[in-house]
C-alpha cells in the first residue's frame, strides 16, 4: 500500500473529430439521451469530488481538445477544468504527452480516460485507482473488459504468466491475436514517470501517430510491472466510433436513466417505449404511460400522470398532481399543483397556476416571430375546446374561456370573467325573468 493519501490527476482525450463517423463535428459533442459524450465523462468525474477512494484525492481535470477546439470549450465553459490544445490531431500518445507542462513534477498518479466512454461509472474508476494505489510496484493499470465479439478494439497481450507485454490494434493483429476477448477500454491508471516513457514512442509507419498504447510495451520491455482490472461489466467500457456505436451506448444510457428513475418510485408503465434523456428529475409514485418523451431540464413532481404520447421539453416543471396527456406538448412552462392539459395541447412558455383545466386543443400563442412571449393562467382557470391564447397575456383566478375563443395578445382577462369568441369578448350574463 502506499503511503499518505495520493492525488490524483485526471486526463480526459477529446481531441479527435471522430472520422469513422463520416462527420466534420467533434466526436465528444455527438449527443446520447440529450447530452454530449464528454458531459457524461465530466460528471463522472466530478462526482468523484475530493475523495475518490480510501487513499485518493482528486487533484484537477485536464480535457485535452484539438478538432473543433473552440466549439468543445464553448459547450462546457461553466465546467471547471484545465483545457489542453493538441494543435495536430497525431494520436494518443502525442495527446497526453501535450499535458505535460501542466502536469510537470506532479505528485501522485494520472488517470487517463476517452471523451467517448460516456458509460465509465464513478464506482468503476474508483475501483482501478484503488487497484494501482495497493500495487506499488505498478508503472501503470490499465481497465479491460472480455467482449464476445472483441471487433474493433485493442487486444491485451500476456505472456504464458498472465504479465502484460502490450496491447495490440486490431488492424495490426494477427488471427490468433484477434481471438483474444480481453480487450484495452482506453482507460489507464500511469505514474508521473510516463512522460519519460512516451519520449521513446515512435509514429507509425502508416499514418504518423504516435500510440498512447505503445507505451505499455516499452513499460513490458523495460521489465516494469503492469496491472490490469477486469471490468466485468462489460458496457461501461464499450466505446464511440461509428453511428452504429452510438446507437447502441444510446440504448443502454437510456434503460440506465429509466432504471435509476424506477428505483426512486418512479411507475414506468412501458419502460421499452419510453425515451427519457439525462437531467429529468421524477417524484416518487408519478406514472408515465408509454410513448411518451421527455427531454433533458425537466422536473416532475410526486403522483404526477404523464402521456400516453405526451413530450415535455426543456423548462418544463410540472408541481405534484399535475397530469399532461395524449398528444400534448409542453415547452418551458409550469403546470401547477393538480392541473391538467390532458388532450391535444402546446403549451409553450406559460405560467399555469394550481387546479387549472387546460381544455383539448388549447394553444399558447408564444412567438410573435420576432419573440417569444409567457402566457400566465392564474388558479382555477379552465380553458374551453380549441382556445388560442397570443401571447403576451393573463386570464386571472377562476376565469374562463369558451370554445374555439381566441385571445388576442395583452387582452388579459380579469378575475371570474369568461370570455367566448373571435376575438375573445367577456360574456354578457342574462338576468332570468321570474
Known amino acids: ?144 473488459c472480455q467482449l464476445d465479439n472483441p471487433a474493433g478494439y485493442g487486444r491485451i497481450l500476456k505472456d504464458k504468466r498472465g504479465r502484460v507485454k502490450g496491447i495490440i490494434e486490431e488492424r495490426e493483429a494477427n488471427e490468433t491475436q484477434k481471438r483474444i476477448k480481453e480487450i484495452n477500454t482506453g482507460t489507464y491508471i500511469f505514474n508521473p514517470s510516463i512522460f519519460k516513457t512516451l519520449e521513446k514512442i515512435k509514429p507509425h509507419s502508416r499514418n504518423g501517430e504516435y500510440y498512447l498504447t505503445d507505451a505499455i510495451e516499452i513499460l513490458a520491455k523495460e521489465g516494469e510491472h503492469i496491472k490490469t482490472h477486469l471490468e466485468e461489466n462489460a458496457s461501461e467500457c464499450l466505446g464511440v466510433n461509428t453511428y452504429s456505436e452510438l446507437t447502441v451506448v444510446s440504448k ?25 434523456e439525462e437531467g429529468v428529475v421524477v417524484g416518487k409514485e408519478t406514472v408515465i404511460y408509454p ?55 402546446y403549451l409553450g412558455d406559460a405560467l399555469i397556476g394550481n387546479d387549472v383545466n387546460i381544455g383539448a386543443g388549447t394553444i399558447t400563442a408564444n412567438f410573435d416571430g420576432v419573440r417569444k ?21 393573463k386570464m386571472g383566478k377562476n376565469t374562463k374561456t369558451g370554445a374555439g375563443a381566441v385571445v388576442p395578445k395583452g387582452e388579459n382577462i380579469p378575475d371570474g370573467v369568461t370570455v367566448v369568441g373571435i376575438p375573445a369578448k367577456p360574456l354578457k350574463s342574462k338576468i332570468r325573468k321570474l
Open 373 to 393: 412571449e409567457q402566457t400566465i393562467i392564474e388558479d382555477g382557470a379552465s380553458t374551453g375546446s380549441g382556445t388560442i391564447l397570443i401571447a403576451p397575456l
Open 1 to 144: 500500500m502506499r503511503q499518505g493519501l495520493i492525488k490524483v490527476s485526471t486526463v480526459i482525450l477529446a481531441a479527435g473529430k471522430g472520422t469513422r463517423m463520416l462527420s466534420g463535428y467533434p466526436k465528444v459533442l455527438y449527443e446520447i439521451c440529450g447530452k454530449p459524450l464528454l458531459y457524461y465523462t465530466l460528471e463522472i468525474l466530478k462526482s468523484l469530488d475530493n475523495t475518490i477512494c480510501e487513499s485518493g484525492k482528486l487533484n484537477g481535470i485536464y480535457v485535452v481538445v484539438g478538432y473543433e477546439a473552440d466549439k468543445v470549450k464553448n459547450t462546457f465553459r461553466n465546467d471547471n477544468v484545465y483545457w489542453v490544445t493538441q494543435e495536430k490531431q497525431i494520436g494518443s500518445g502525442n495527446a497526453l504527452t501535450v499535458t505535460q507542462s501542466l502536469l510537470k513534477g506532479v505528485d501522485g498518479i494520472i488517470l487517463v480516460v476517452c471523451g467517448d466512454t460516456p458509460l465509465l461509472t464513478a464506482e468503476t474508476l474508483k475501483k482501478l485507482i484503488q487497484v494501482h494505489i495497493d500495487s506499488p510496484k505498478a508503472a501503470a493499470t490499465i481497465l479491460t
Open 291 to 345: 410513448f411518451s418523451v421527455i427531454r433533458s431540464n425537466v422536473k416532475i413532481g410526486e403522483r404526477c400522470r404523464i402521456g400516453p404520447f405526451s413530450h415535455l421539453r426543456g423548462g418544463t416543471i410540472l408541481e405534484d398532481g399535475a397530469e399532461v396527456g395524449n398528444f400534448t406538448e409542453v415547452k418551458k412552462t409550469r403546470l401547477g399543483i393538480n392541473s391538467k392539459a390532458k388532450h391535444l395541447s
Open 252 to 276: 443502454l444510457m437510456r434503460q440506465r436513466i429509466i432504471n435509476e428513475l424506477i428505483q426512486k418510485g418512479v411507475i414506468i408503465v412501458s419502460p421499452e417505449n419510453i425515451y427519457i
